[in-house]
């Protein structure tokens, strides 16, 4: 089956309002074994949500529209729709009722504009709204399913999961068995991880690999539809995987959901160890991506943002004969910093990170991008198995603007705490980002 997604609103066009549905719901029909085909956005305009319509019709099996459900003049949906398959709009008594229930928990009276929201296209099937007060319904034209539900992704994602897809499930005629997995990788660029992995076999009339780069990662989609069971279409999946993770090695850090900091989160708590973080450049975002996490208290102890010379001085313990003879955009700095922070705090592990995130304040000899990161750790490497204060460091050249140094610092010090803990090379981790010129990521 063939799907298509139309969004209307004028704020989705106008760019103020940014559209996350069609991402949900691509996602949605795509792990049902609905391959969507194409994505409309659509301004609150008749003609061309009628055409829009249209369009979907003759090219797609299943048609999800968002938007235009609300009790204002401007939502006019249900209208452009019951115009465009020619059909009348009418009063339906069940949907009045579900949202005069849900206005008087409100303590709002049922108005114009409430009633307006229950009339839908003659045929309609009521998806209900769980959420909101906005009905949804199913209309069928020429054997294909046309589902319209509220533009509000809370109310919409609701009704995606409860309301269209048993719905689909009780009506497809054929059962599609849909296994997906996502592995994620940094530290290569999107052509680099095509190379590793492009002599890797699968059946390729069964399964879809594509390459998704999502700055400063690049995720492999490894996807089987099959007939027959789903251990099948996983046996596939699990083939392919094993394959690709066999040739990517360690630059692969997770899969589907999991984030870099979920991966280290998950390896520090599993190793009972602490960490503490001193930034500079990155203005704690590298704190704030290791504090996002529930249950962050029990291995991130602190976080200082050390902006200035004498915060670094101040704060973290760094010297200031140091710093003015190094800079504070240096190697020696950036030790300083994370083992200052790892002994102030009293943990297992300090990091930092130093550098120029611009768009000023470079020089030749530094330009904007250059990075330094550190990590100060514990290491027995005596005889007598006593522990060893051990710092490293490595500088780094980042292209991009200001928000995408600072993105890529925080993860290239993230990847570093999990190769760490992996016991891998740490000095190979930002292999490719070693040249003094800005490479394409």
Request: charged residues 25%; glycine residues 10%.
């Amino acid at each position: 089956m063939k799907g298509e997604i139309i969004t209307i609103g004028n704020e989705l066009l106008s760019g103020l309002v940014t559209d996350t549905n069609s991402t949900f719901i691509a996602e949605r029909l795509s792990s049902f074994g609905i391959e969507p085909l194409y994505i409309t956005t659509v301004g609150d305009d008749e003609s061309r949500i009628g055409q829009s319509l249209k369009a979907a019709v003759l090219r797609a099996d299943v048609i999800v529209v968002t938007g235009g459900l609300g009790p204002t003049p401007d939502d006019i949906t249900s209208k452009a729709i019951a115009k465009a398959l020619e059909k009348r709009l009418v009063l339906f008594p069940e949907a009045l009722d579900q949202i005069e229930i849900k206005l008087k928990k409100r303590g709002i009276k049922l108005g114009p504009g409430s009633e307006r929201q229950a009339l839908l296209p003659k045929g309609s099937t009521i998806i209900k709204n769980p959420v909101g007060t906005a009905p949804g319904y199913k209309i069928s034209q020429d054997g294909k399913f046309i589902f319209v539900l509220p533009g509000v992704p809370k109310e919409m994602k609701v009704m995606i999961d409860q309301g269209v897809l048993p719905i689909l499930g009780e009506e497809s005629k054929q059962k599609i068995f849909v296994a997906k997995k996502v592995l994620k990788v940094f530290g290569l660029t999107e052509s680099q991880v095509y190379e590793r992995v492009k002599n890797i076999s699968y059946n390729k009339k069964l399964m879809q690999v594509g390459f998704l780069p999502v700055f400063p990662e690049n995720f492999i989609t490894i996807t089987a539809r099959v007939e027959d069971s789903m251990e099948s279409a996983e046996g596939l999946v699990r083939g392919v995987e094993e394959k690709m993770r066999g040739v990517l090695g360690e630059r692969v850090f997770g899969e589907d959901d999991e984030t870099l900091e979920m991966v280290v989160a998950g390896m520090l708590i599993t190793k009972g160890l602490k960490l503490a973080v001193s930034e500079s450049c990155s203005g704690g975002l590298l704190s704030k991506r290791l504090t996002d996490l529930p249950g962050s208290s029990t291995y991130f102890e602190r976080g200082v943002v050390s902006y200035s010379n004498e915060a670094k001085s101040s704060l973290i313990g760094v010297d200031q004969t140091l710093i003015q003879t190094k800079g504070a955009v240096s190697a020696d700095v950036a030790e300083a910093m994370a083992m200052g922070i790892k002994r102030g705090a009293k943990t297992d592990i300090g990091v930092s990170i130093t550098g120029i995130a611009g768009p000023s304040g470079g020089t030749e000899e530094k330009p904007v991008g250059t990075v330094f990161i550190a990590l100060a750790f514990n290491e027995d490497r005596s005889s007598n198995h006593k522990k060893e204060e051990i710092v490293i460091s490595q500088g780094y050249a980042f292209p991009g603007d200001r928000e995408s140094i600072r993105l890529i610092s925080s993860e290239m010090a993230l990847e570093w705490i999990r190769r760490y803990l992996l016991g891998g090379k740490i000095a190979e981790v930002g292999e490719r980002w070693r040249a003094t010129e800005a490479v394409d990521i």
